[in-house]
């Protein structure tokens, strides 16, 4: 089966705001410079749009030397180049990994924009995936995640809600396998890359958080638990999407044929 790449996603800081691009390097860790930075408590846990929704709103890019976010209550952006230093210990879900603190300037700036203390960090070391042996930078538990755009198209349907594709978050939007049809994908080639799906993506209350306001209303996962409710590895999941892992290095761009197995 083909499908054609709709759109291309990454986050620079983890839980923040995307940049959507034209072309995406197809990495080890995922699409490069995804989740790269993090921002952590005092204690060095991650922050998420899980308990701070107003995450959504930091609008960062960063071309592998500098990283520039705006925030609205931010009277100036932030321009930072990415600094090296020694690693501190941080967490993602209670799960160690390492990253080097990107200095006080920054810390100060995301502590008054987000109007609570925290830092910037930037991933360094090696941190595997949950499973599948895969490896990945400050990303939940996978390095890659897709979602096909009629999947969407069925959800909105069903709703009536017109939710857009970033509330989902996805790297890869795909197009031409149908509602659903990435759950029985294992196996994306194309551009040279070759991405293994080894899952369903769980979704949690992030998707009731709307991306441009940061306001939130449980209406997304609400709907998706009537229908797209499964058990993996014992667990009750609301699915929505896949998870990869890289297998071979590529370029992805949008609007390419790939092939989907």
């Known amino acids: 089966m083909n499908a054609v790449v709709a759109g291309l996603n990454v986050f620079p800081i983890k839980s923040a705001g995307g940049v959507a691009l034209a072309e995406a390097e197809v990495t080890p860790n995922g699409l490069r410079h995804d989740r790269e930075f993090m921002l952590v408590r005092p204690d060095g846990r991650h922050l998420s749009q899980r308990e701070v929704p107003r995450l959504a709103l930091l609008r960062p890019a960063y071309d592998g030397v500098k990283l520039t976010v ?78 096909s755009a009629e999947s969407l198209d069925d959800l909105n349907r069903r709703t009536g809600a017109g939710l857009p594709m970033n509330r989902f978050r996805p790297n890869i939007v795909l197009r031409g396998l149908g509602p659903y049809g990435e759950d029985a994908v294992t196996r994306l080639r194309g551009g040279g890359a070759d991405i293994e ?59 390419d044929e790939v092939s989907a197995v």
Request: glycine share 12%.
């Open 70 to 147: 705006h925030a609205p209550l931010a009277a100036v952006p932030l321009v930072l180049e990415a600094v090296d230093g020694p690693a501190r210990d941080v967490t993602v879900h209670r799960r160690p990994c390492r990253g080097i603190d990107q200095g006080d300037e920054a810390a100060g700036w995301f502590s008054e924009a987000l109007g609570l203390p925290c830092r910037l960090v930037r991933f360094t070391g090696t941190r595997p995936s949950v499973l599948g042996g895969g490896t990945l930078t400050f990303a939940d538990g996978f390095p890659i995640s897709a979602l």
């Open 197 to 255: 799906f080894v899952r369903p993506c769980g979704r949690c209350v992030i998707i009731n958080t709307d991306q441009d306001t940061a306001r939130r209303a449980p209406a997304p996962l609400r709907a998706l638990a009537g229908y797209r409710t499964e058990r993996f590895n014992g667990v009750r999941e609301i699915m929505f999407g896949r998870l990869g892992i890289p297998r071979a290095p590529g370029v992805l761009r949008v609007n």
